[in-house]
């Protein structure tokens, strides 16, 4: 069946959030959903496996992004989601590319920061 309209939906971030959304939207809606998928990684390991690294176990593996089943139902952009125009349904790239949306999935991860600051 060809559907004249698709449903365009922006994912910002590669990490286990965006790629199981993808994964799940391709699988609900199939054809009627279009996705993008930004971010800046082109690999994807699964990383609470490398907690084990240093005990001698095999590293974490990575995946190379278009092998990723999550991200082979998606168009990737590699690039980093910068900010978003809420009433023009517009997400906006550091490398300044303008990507219209109906739904905006925004899975960016937490940063990584030390709890506390080594003394000098
Ligand atoms: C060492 C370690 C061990 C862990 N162990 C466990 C465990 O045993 N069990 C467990 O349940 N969880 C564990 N976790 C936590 C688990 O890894 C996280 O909960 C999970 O990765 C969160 O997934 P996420 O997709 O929300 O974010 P992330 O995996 O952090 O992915 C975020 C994504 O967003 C991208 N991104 C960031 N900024 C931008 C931007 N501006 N534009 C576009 N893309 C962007 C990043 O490149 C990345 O692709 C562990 C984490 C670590 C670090």
């Excluded at 939207?25 to 996705?35: I, K, N, T, W």
């Excluded at 278009?66 to 978003?84: K, M």
């Excluded at 925004?106 to 709890?115: D, Q, S």
Aim: proline share 6%; charged share 20%.
């Amino acid at each position: 069946m060809r559907h004249e309209t698709t449903f365009k939906v922006v994912i910002a971030g590669a990490g286990v959030a965006a790629l199981e959304a993808a994964m799940a939207l391709h699988e609900f809606a199939g054809p009627r959903v279009s996705m993008q998928l930004v971010a800046p990684n082109t690999a994807f390991s699964y990383r609470p496996m490398s907690i084990c690294e240093p005990f001698g176990y095999t590293p974490a593996r990575a995946i190379s992004a278009g092998r990723h089943r999550g991200v082979r139902c998606a168009e990737l952009i590699v690039d980093e989601f910068a900010w978003v125009d809420t009433e023009r349904q517009t997400a906006h790239t550091d490398k300044g590319a303008e990507l219209a949306y109906d739904a905006l999935l925004l899975a960016l991860g937490a940063r990584i920061r030390g709890p506390f600051r080594a003394p000098a």
